[in-house]
């Protein structure tokens, strides 16, 4: 192994809550860490039972997709409520037009929506759906792991 292949992108010092989720979204993108703890059997836990897992985006992009349909349903709530009359497709496009990236993914909300403009929950199109059941090994694999090495608990806390 030659001097560069044991370079670094970043390094990484604490392994708590903060910094073991710092530590696995730059892995997710590809990034080489350096971590270290002054408990090394969480360096060696994240190394050997967390980050194997990981397939580049899913996890993540599942977490987005959850984290969108409940703010849908919230809107869907609220606009039962008080009688609004709400186009969840250009909603995307807003949210999309404040991005800082423009990214893709409200544009796939709204062509969602603008195909099943009464779709009850965003988990039940059959695209996104597909994304949240292609990432639940991944998933479960990283979540009963950071429950047995103590940083979430059971009821994920």
Avoid at 16 to 41: C, I, P, Q, W, Y
Avoid at 89 to 94: C, D, P
Avoid at 109 to 126: S, V
């Amino acid at each position: 192994m030659n001097d560069t292949e044991n370079k670094c992108d970043i390094g990484v010092v604490g392994l708590a809550v903060m910094g073991e989720n710092l530590v696995l979204n730059m892995a997710n993108h590809d990034f080489k860490v350096a971590v270290f703890n002054r408990t090394t059997s969480k360096v060696d836990a994240i190394i050997e039972s967390i980050i194997p897992h990981l397939e580049p985006g899913d996890i993540i992009f599942a977490s987005k997709i959850c984290s969108y349909a409940q703010g849908y349903q919230l809107m869907r709530s609220a606009a039962e409520e008080y009688q609004w009359n709400l186009n969840y497709g250009e909603v995307a496009l807003m949210w999309r037009g404040g991005c800082i990236i423009r990214a893709q993914f409200p544009g796939d909300i709204k062509e969602t929506y603008d195909n099943n403009p009464g779709l009850q929950n965003l988990l039940l199109d059959g695209y996104f759906k597909n994304a949240i059941e292609t990432s639940q090994s991944a998933w479960r694999k990283v979540v009963a792991t950071t429950v047995i090495h103590g940083v979430l608990d059971r009821h994920g806390r």
